[in-house]
Nanobody, 115 residues
Framework: QVQLVESGGGLVQAGGSLRLSCAVS????????MGWSRQAPGKEREFVAR???????YYADSVKGRFTISRDNAKNTVYLQMNSLKPEDTAVYYC?????????WGQGTQVTVSS
């Protein structure tokens, strides 16, 4: 059973930074694709960032240049460094891991950016 637990969310002023962490437990292989999505109130969940085991990264245009996804395979942890935060970044952020046949999700962590 794969489990994902996010942490690091909170309240921050616009222009500030936060680092989200996602601890992964269970039978997980380094080849899995790991990523982050978010859901703002009243909106659908949207893609934020994704990282492949080879190191390639892909970002949504709205966060490109401000957010950085990284992973520590030894610690089975995925990170999302968020800089220059904007009020429109306010959302619940979800970690996800894709085995190729199934996608696993965490419970989410709230990020609130005040103006």
């Amino acid at each position: 059973q794969v489990q994902l637990v996010e942490s690091g969310g909170g309240l921050v002023q616009a222009g500030g930074s936060l680092r989200l962490s996602c601890a992964v437990s269970g039978r997980v292989f380094s080849s899995y694709v790991m990523g982050w999505s978010r859901q703002a109130p009243g909106k659908e969940r949207e893609f934020v960032a994704r990282m492949w085991h080879g190191g390639s990264r892909y970002y949504a245009d709205s966060v490109k240049g401000r957010f950085t996804i990284s992973r520590d395979n030894a610690k089975n942890t995925v990170y999302l460094q968020m800089n220059s935060l904007k009020p429109e970044d306010t959302a619940v952020y979800y970690c996800n891991i894709d085995s190729g046949s199934k996608t696993y999700w965490g419970q989410g962590t709230q990020v609130t950016v005040s103006s």
